[in-house]
Nanobody
Framework: QVRLVESGGGLVQAGGSLRLSCAAS????????MGWYRQAPGKQRELVAAVTSGGRTNYADSVKGRFTISTDNAKNTVDLQMNSLKPEDTADYYC????????????WGQGTQVTVSS
């Protein structure tokens, strides 16, 4: 059974930092592209940052230079370091795993809430 469990969300003031972590089980971590998505109230879920199984990263324009995605294949974790947070970063953040051998499949975590106060 595949499980993605996010942690690290919370309330932070604008300009502050948070580090989200996603622990994966039930998958071969190195055989998945991993990503962080977010969904603000009334908005569609959007990609924040992704890292391929080969280590290539991709970021939404709105977070470039502020957020960093990283993986630890030994621990099966993917982290999102978020710096210089803005109120518009407020959202539920979700971890996702895309198996490279089954592009039609995407696994989701349950999400963690991030609130940035102004």
């Amino acid at each position: 059974q595949v499980r993605l469990v996010e942690s690290g969300g919370g309330l932070v003031q604008a300009g502050g930092s948070l580090r989200l972590s996603c622990a994966a089980s039930g998958i071969i971590f190195s055989m998945n592209d991993m990503g962080w998505y977010r969904q603000a109230p009334g908005k569609q879920r959007e990609l924040v940052a992704a890292v391929t199984s080969g280590g290539r990263t991709n970021y939404a324009d709105s977070v470039k230079g502020r957020f960093t995605i990283s993986t630890d294949n030994a621990k099966n974790t993917v982290d999102l370091q978020m710096n210089s947070l803005k109120p518009e970063d407020t959202a539920d953040y979700y971890c996702a795993a895309d198996p490279i051998l089954n592009r039609a499949k995407r696994y989701w975590g349950q999400g963690t809430q991030v609130t940035v106060s102004s």
